[in-house]
């Protein structure tokens, strides 16, 4: 029965060791940004502190081996399950350094964590258990608890539990762990209700935390944005949070500003109608992203289109600007007008399923930020759009900030031209972003300034169409390599070119 329960333990403890792993990466991706900089580092700093933890652990002595099992079990279960809501906090409210404090807990908890399958088997060794039976159980169920975790993770706890709530509930597991070890061999303690009080207590705090982790979410998710939060949701695919400032309404996602109800229609017009209005008797119309229905809406203007295809990743994006009143206002409804078609669907499987053909293209994905929206913005994915572009027709693209972000803009123009398009780059002043860039492309090699407006604008008028391609002379183009599939250099310029904005 006590093997069982040690066995049992090893399964739960690897579990919760790479659970907090993974945790401390995605809190820091989300906040940080850049994903593969974050997990490869937190990933790094976590494994060289379990080392230091293994080789600590000899230090324990014999006879009070379960003791401290049972109490490092506690104790990474308090900090552990607490980890999250302190680094949340921290980013939030404090002034204290976030990248210290990420590997400052990082680094204890890998150092605690590193300690525990060494203790384990030396509980084992003392009841005569024979080495070569100890190592495969021990090693065994090790693996089978990070396979464990390494698929509920991603697929269930994140999407849809939220970090905050998946660290207290993998900090309540350590702690049973410890509880069950203690009652299991409660006649080799040396203080075993003492334990089981302090287990009781650290127990209660987790629950506590537990109760309050939606509310520990918006606390600190307030101190992040600083307005009011009207809506916060978890998808399996991103964090979305709107805000509401007097009348400015806002949508972020994974932290990122995607836009405000003050100014979107500046951006959501530069970006349709240079090329929509330069296609008369259009009908047929693709959008990559662009869940909100912003961009739709715009479409929607023109009578000649006959159909739109919407093609978004999150059902959750798209449902919200379907049935939220204060959105569905927003985007005029456009998301429920019958001329419009939504696709929950990757939009490189969609395109690659699909044989449809459109006159114009809108591509309002998010920034390249990382390696899974860089793909996005790749030679093998243009290519792809471009094959369901009609001969005549144009495809546009939201490009990041010619001004804040150049080496990013231009490679993204050098990337559709890999594609063989032919592209035209323009960008107009957005107050939320500042200046922001689209590029206008096509087979064909011809593109004129539309000189009329067929539809009512905000922003847009003949006059400022033709001044939004024209680059002033600390704007000009610069050459850049395309962004490939196996390098994808974008998302790198992306955060070069930010992180000296944001020095």
Known sequence: MRDRALILSVLIVASCGLGYELISSALASYLLGDSILQFSSVIGCYLFAMGIGSWASRYVEDDDVLDRFVDLEMLIGLLGGASAAILFIIFAWLSTPFRTSLYVMVFLLGLMVGMEIPLVMRIFNRRRTEFRELV????????????????????????????????FLFGLSNTCVAMWTAL????????????????????????????????????????????????????????????????????????????????????????????????PGVRRVLVLGGGDGLAVREILKVKSVEHVTLVDLDPAMTGMFSTSPALVALNRGSLKNPRVTVVNNDAGRWLEANRDMFDFIVVDFPDPSNFGIGRLY??????????????????????????????????????????????????????????????????????????????????????????????????????????????????????????????
């Open 136 to 167: 495969s159980r021990v090693l065994a169920f090790d693996y089978l608890g990070a396979l464990v975790v390494s698929l509920v993770f991603p697929l269930v706890l994140a999407p849809y539990l939220g970090l905050l709530r998946t660290a």
């Open 184 to 279: 299991a061999f409660r006649d080799e303690l040396t203080q075993p209700r003492r334990q089981m009080m302090r287990g009781v207590l650290v127990l209660g705090l987790l629950c506590t935390g537990l109760a309050f982790s939606g509310r520990m979410t918006q606390w600190a998710e307030r101190g992040i944005y600083g307005d009011e939060i009207v809506h916060a949701q978890s998808t399996p695919f991103q964090r979305l949070v709107v805000t509401r400032w007097q009348d400015d309404l806002r949508l972020y996602i994974n932290g990122n500003l995607q836009f405000s109800s003050r100014d979107e229609y500046r951006y959501h017009e530069a970006l349709v109608h240079p090329g929509l209005q330069a296609l």
């Open 378 to 503: 790749s030679v093998p994915m243009f290519r792809l759009m471009a094959r369901h572009l009609s001969a005549n027709g144009y495809m546009v693209v939201q490009s990041t900030s010619p001004y804040f972000a150049p080496r990013s803009f231009w490679s993204i123009d050098a990337t559709l031209r890999e594609a063989n398009l032919h592209t035209w780059a323009y960008h107009c002043d957005v107050p939320s972003f500042g200046d922001w860039g689209f590029i206008l492309a096509g087979h064909r090699r011809d593109y004129t300034v539309p000189r009329t407006l067929s539809v009512p604008t905000r922003y847009l008028t003949t006059e400022t169409m033709r001044e939004l391609f024209v680059f002033p002379k600390d704007m000009q183009r610069l050459a850049m390599p395309p962004n490939r599939l196996d390098e994808q250099t974008l998302v790198r310029y992306f955060d070069e070119d930010w992180r000296r904005v944001i020095r």
